[in-house]
């Protein structure tokens, strides 16, 4: 295998704007991250930083008044050995929607926004198996059976014929990984999959997780502002602040060698490291701008103490500190810049 192939998915210089009031405001800014297939990353940072708005970028889930633009997002399918290329695909065509249901899966924060209220969870389920395979709806009901096994869901043969209503938040939360599953997709991406749930479904739902990663060898994207999560799941971590990657490695190079301040900030404001779930990120000193308001240069500038002029005037590029580990701050500016 090749060193290319090792990389489910690979985005370049991803970067969306949102136009509201004849103003584009952007808040995903060059965002460059590669995901290693069999691994998960974890994409951390504050509320409202961009995470969310840069996973729907990627799969082309977005609302008319965004633009979206792109060096290019490559997804590696593990099915066909094909390169896709998403960035040129059309959000809702064949190829796009094939792809978001068979072969990338998503599990978003609240459940009921991914469930239907009125279906049977077991119809729901099946629902893209039928889709995308055109198996018959018999055989689709027994594979919906085994999955709801395999996450599981105790009772299954009564339990498919359930409504959302009838499940406890946790379940219903395996049945939305049960959707994301049931096509057995390469790439499973989870957009804080735990934070409407309480911290002992939140640990089962992350066992889970963590078991679909390692048995069937999946790929996951887990984004959270949960730090304890993060150092007991990830393979490596993409660290943003206000739309940027300011700091992407390995597990080690950011819990061990953290190198953005932000970062630092970040992990200083959790108090104890790699044990609890449930911890949450604590708060760091100043206050997240308002996009629409940033200025020139570093988005961290005024909450850095190691803020200078110099950091107040253009775009920061990345800098290579370690193989594969990037930050964009330049204090770092005597390694090797990378675009
Ligand atoms: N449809 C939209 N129109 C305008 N702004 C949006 C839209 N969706 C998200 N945003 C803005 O994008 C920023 C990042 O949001 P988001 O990606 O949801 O953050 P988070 O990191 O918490 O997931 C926020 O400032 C949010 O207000
Ligand atoms: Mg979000």
Redesign the pocket.
């Known amino acids: 295998m090749n060193n290319n192939m090792d990389y489910v998915l690979d985005v370049k210089n991803l970067s969306t704007s949102?136009i509201?009031d004849r103003k584009e405001?952007r808040?995903v800014k060059n965002v460059s991250l590669r995901l290693r297939r069999g691994t998960t990353l974890a994409v951390v940072?504050e509320?409202?930083?961009?995470?969310?708005?840069?996973v729907h970028s990627i799969v082309k889930l977005m609302?008319k008044?965004?633009k979206v633009s792109a060096d290019h997002v490559i997804y590696r399918s593990a099915k066909d050995g094909k390169e896709y290329r998403l960035d040129q695909m059309e959000p809702f065509g064949t190829e796009m929607r094939k792809l978001r249901g068979a072969e990338i899966g998503m599990v978003f924060q609240d459940p009921m926004s991914s469930l239907n209220p009125v279906y049977k969870v077991g119809d729901q389920v099946a629902e893209g198996l039928i889709q995308h395979t055109g198996m018959s709806k018999a055989e689709a009901q027994k594979q919906v059976l085994d999955m709801f096994r395999k996450l599981g869901i105790p009772d299954p043969e009564s339990r498919i014929s359930d409504f959302p209503h009838q499940f406890s938040g946790g379940m219903k939360q395996r049945v939305v990984i049960a959707i994301a599953m049931i096509c057995n997709p390469d790439i499973i991406i989870a957009d804080e999959p735990t934070t409407a749930l309480d911290v002992t479904i939140q640990a089962q739902i992350m066992e889970l997780m963590k078991s679909l990663q390692v048995n069937d060898h999946k790929s996951i994207i887990l984004?959270t502002h949960n730090m304890g999560l993060v150092a007991e799941m990830a393979d490596e971590v993409c660290v943003?602040y206000m739309g940027r990657v300011m700091e992407f490695g390995s597990l080690e190079d950011i819990f061990e060698n953290p190198s953005h301040p932000y970062t630092q900030a970040l992990l200083r404001s959790v108090p104890v490291l790699g044990l609890a779930e449930g911890q949450e990120l604590g708060t760091i000193p100043g206050i997240t701008p308002n996009?629409a308001d940033l200025g020139p240069g570093c988005e961290f500038a005024d909450r850095c103490p190691f803020c200078q002029d110099r950091c107040r005037q253009k775009d920061i590029p990345r800098f290579e500190v370690s193989p594969g580990h990037y930050v964009r701050c330049l204090k770092f500016d005597s390694f090797q810049e990378v675009d």
């Open positions: 949102f509201s405001i808040i940072g509320s409202g930083c961009g995470k969310s708005v840069t609302p008044n965004a984004i943003m996009p």
